[in-house]
């Protein structure tokens, strides 16, 4: 497993129709097997009357790895879904597409194709994130410089997590650690010298969606 990687931003679903067989996807963000097991669980309730549900996931804690095909035959469907979370370095994440059958035979290739696509489109819909090392600092400043200093926070990648309103405004964020540096930097230039970041510590949170 490498350690820069991805993770799903929000839960999806998604569906098409290949050949009168209907294919729902579902993905999600999960910390843990026993999440993820669940997850599936509960796909497989929600859809019970459908004649397939199948599954894969990834954790990074572990590289854990599973797959299942839930009857298909083997190899056309959990894991072509699993290759296209790792094509993706998509880490953390389980996906399950259920499948209720229209009749028509797909074939080997053409299962693994729709499997793939479901995956995908699930994927997509849902966006990923990388994960990264996160600074969060604390700045206080006076209210006139209050908008400036969000302008500064958004321009060096940041997101302000809270404010709290005093004699001056105490603002709480979070910056890519790379760009800190730069960050107050202009922090200096903003105030003429007046105000520095105080570090609250660093911490491993996914990035923006891309």
Known sequence: MSETYFVPCEESETEFTEKRSRFIGHLKRVETEADAR????QMKKKYYDARHNCW????????VVRYGDDGEPQGTAGQPMLNVLQREGVENAVCVVTRYFGGVLLGAGGLTRAYSKSAKDALDAAGKAPMALWSRLRVNVPYPLFERLGRLIEAHGGVTEGSDYGADVSVTLRLPKEGVSAFSAGLTELSNGAISPEELG????PGKKI
Do not use: D, N, R, S
Request: hydrophobic share 45%; with cysteine; glycine share 12%.
């Open 38 to 41: 669940a997850y599936i669980e």
């Open 56 to 63: 894969c996931y990834v954790l990074h804690e572990g590289g």
């Open 202 to 205: 660093e911490v491993f949170l």
